[in-house]
Each structure stands twice: as C-alpha cells, then as structure tokens.
C-alpha cells in the first residue's frame, strides 16, 4: 500500500473515534479489543494491498465494523465519484399520475435531496386540487435513499390527523465537526432561510459547548387542517429507504390516514446528519455521523429498520402498486393494521 493510503487509513480511525456520534455507544456494545481487532486486521489487508482500490477496501471494511450506513468513504470533491457510494444523492424528478377515479400516485424516486425540495413542492401545490379530489393516495418511496428532512415537510399535510411527536437528536460538538456545520451553514441556498437560521443557531451552540453533545428539543407539529381527502394514505418502502425517509416514516405511521407496504427499510436513521471529511491524500473523504437519536437505546431504527403494516413480496415488486391501491380503496376506515410496529414512535 501507498503512504498516502496508509495515512488515511490511520485519519480514518482517529476521525471516526473523535468526531462519530455513535462512538461511545458502539465502544459499549462491540467492545474496545473487538475496535482494536478490526483497526489492525484494516491495516494488514492495507499493507497487502496491490491498489488503490484494495486500500479502499481496507477502509471500507473497518468502518463496517460499526454498521452504520452514515459511515462512509468516498471520493473528494473534484475527483471522480466512488461508484460504492456517491456524497450527493441522484435528484430525479417526482411525479403524479391519476390510477382510478378514487387513487393518485405520488412517486418520489431516489432522494429527499433538498436539491429536489422545490421540485416536489411546486408538483404538490400544482396538483392540490386532483390530490384532494381523490380518496386515496399512494405515495411511492422505493429507492429514495434519504435526504433532508425539510424537502419532505410539504408532504405532511396530506397524511395529518393530529399533532406528530417528533424526538430530538443530540449533536456531538467536537471542534472538527463544529468546523464543518459552519461550512454546512454557509452552503444553504438562499431559497432556504429558515433552515439558514436553523443550522446557523445550532453552530452557535455547539461553539458554546465544545467536546459536549449539544441537545436539540423534541418537537410537535400541529397543523390548522385535517384534510377529508385524502383520507387513505398508502406509503411504498423497500429496503434501499433509509435516512430522511425513515425520519418520514417515523411522523408519517403517527396518523390515522397511513399504512405502510412493502419491505423493510435500510435502518439508516439513529446516528444521522453526516458530514465529511477530506482524508490526508486529499482524493478521499470520510463521512461521520454527528448526531445521536434520543430515541436510544430503547427505540432503534438501525438493524431492524422500519417494518410495513403489510409486507408485499419482493419478487413481485412489478404488481406492488396495484396491490396498494386494491388494498386502500378496500380499507373501511377505523381498521387497526395488521402488524404496525410500535417499537419505533418518532
């Protein structure tokens, strides 16, 4: 192996032990000989390495240790993407298409990309009226891999029957990572102010507790509205949802209105707003989940992800939506669904 890959390997061990979120807990849980084991069996496949690929791997392979999806390498800005895993979510357009005289389709492929957020909301504000029109709505998540949690927020008003709880995160202040909110805080558009002021106030804060969690509040939405219709909401997942998806989901199966199909989602969610690093050679970066889920220990996301309230079978994923729409305009409303999973409130 190169030197430059041998140095970013090692970067990579001190990022993750300084800077994750998750690092305590995964210390606690795996154990600090079973961390040691897997950092020098990464640094023995290193030293064998043959290519530039096979140090990926190596690196790769230790941050598999810790089996978080928000852990990742990938290529630094400038150089060509990793086509393991690329920093910046695809932005697809999503789409309305009108299944029957009671059902529309929703579909919003790839990501909640705040990239996507206006996109998404002048379709809703465009078709308002057909949305409403219509008894049942069908929204299609299969393959959004997450996002922000902003672009989803146009979405909620369809679904809402009632104040949604959402639980508050605690962000690990580090000065590496205040570092690079502050970066983060400079890159919302100007299309974005409110998020601007959002992430501008948490920075403030993680500068007045270095080294410390700094907690942000839970929160409870309540909107002036309970819409008749759509008064049945069906959302499609499968297990490449994760993220700001599963964050969704999480307010989402709070309401009366929603089922959920399909398969279980990644589990992406309880260590999240990642941010990257550039490692020592300069063409790697590293991304490090700088939050922590108040929703642990007792209510994971990751490992299991989110359960449907009815699983439909992946190797029919072709009649999926058909099956959703027989399945909603069918529902009686007050019906309590058959396997809803309680163990993860947002």
């Not at 409403?132 to 393959?143: Q, V, Y």
């Not at 106030?201 to 969690?213: D, G, L, N, T, Y």
Request: proline letters at 7%; a neutral charge; aromatic letters at 6%.
């Amino acid at each position: 192996m190169d030197e430059s890959s041998a140095r970013d390997l090692d970067a990579a061990i001190a990022l993750v032990a300084e800077n994750y979120a998750g690092y305590r807990d995964k210390l606690s849980a795996l154990g600090s000989a079973r961390l040691e084991q897997a950092a020098e069996e990464a640094r023995a496949s290193a030293r064998g390495a043959q290519s530039l690929g096979d140090a990926d791997r190596a690196i790769r392979a230790y941050l598999s240790v810790f089996g978080d999806g928000h852990l990742w390498l990938t290529k630094a800005a400038g150089t060509s993407q990793s086509p393991a895993r690329s920093a910046i979510p695809a932005v697809e357009h999503p789409s309305l298409q009108r299944l029957s005289r009671s059902t529309t389709l929703l579909t919003i492929p790839a990501s909640f990309a705040l990239a996507s957020k206006a996109g998404l909301e002048g379709l809703l504000d465009r078709h308002e009226a057909t949305i409403r029109a219509h008894r049942c709505l069908i929204i299609d998540l299969r393959g959004n891999t997450g996002g922000s949690d902003a672009t989803y927020i146009h979405l909620l008003p369809y679904l809402y029957t009632g104040p949604i709880e959402v639980i508050g995160v605690d962000i690990f202040a580090t000065a590496a990572n205040t570092k690079r909110w502050e970066a983060m805080a400079s890159m919302v558009p100007d299309s974005e102010p409110e998020l601007a002021q959002q992430v501008a106030a948490i920075v403030s804060q993680m500068k007045a507790r270095p080294a410390q969690f700094v907690h942000l509040p839970d929160e409870r939405i309540e909107l002036p509205l309970v819409m008749p219709a759509p008064a049945r909401v069906g959302i499609v997942v499968d297990r490449q949802c994760a993220s700001a998806v599963e964050q969704f989901l999480l307010a989402a199966r709070q309401s009366g209105k929603v089922r959920l199909f399909g398969q279980p989602t990644r589990g992406v969610l309880d260590y999240s707003n990642p941010v990257e690093f550039c490692l020592p050679s300069g063409t790697r970066a590293l991304g490090i989940p700088t939050s922590r889920s108040r929703r642990l220990p007792d209510r994971p996301v990751d490992g299991t992800g989110i359960l449907p309230d009815v699983v439909l079978d992946p190797d029919d994923v072709r009649g999926w939506i058909a099956t959703v729409q027989e399945h909603l305009e069918r529902w009686r409303g007050g019906d309590k669904p058959a396997n809803r999973d309680r163990k993860t409130p947002a």
